[in-house]
């Protein structure tokens, strides 16, 4: 069985995904099996809050070039969880 931890990998800190911050929504890029129940779940024991919405997107992977070899990044998938009123996530706590 999968735990919290194996399901949620790691925050995204962009500057769309801290600007998202002010809304109370926070950017994790999760397992590629994840769906959002098994990813609300993760949350909620992970940070002890209470979330109220899931979104979920793939990013698509990037060609990339060395020379004449031609590669492409890996394919991620991320989730925008948005939680309820007066809930936060320190994720800049051990800055």
């Avoid at 995904?17 to 109370?24: S, V």
């Avoid at 999760?30 to 779940?41: D, G, L």
Wanted: hydrophobic letters at 40%.
């Amino acid at each position: 069985m999968k735990t919290a931890y194996d399901i949620v990998l790691r925050p995204l800190v962009t500057e769309a995904a801290t600007d998202r911050m002010a809304q109370n929504k926070y950017t994790f890029e999760v397992a590629p099996s994840a769906n959002k129940v098994e990813i609300r779940y993760a949350i909620e024991e992970i940070f002890k809050v209470h979330v109220t919405k899931v979104n979920t997107l793939w990013r698509p992977s990037k060609e990339k070039r060395r020379g004449n070899v031609v590669g492409h990044t890996t394919r991620r998938k991320k989730a925008i969880v948005t939680l309820a009123p007066g809930d936060t996530i320190d994720i800049f706590e051990g800055v």
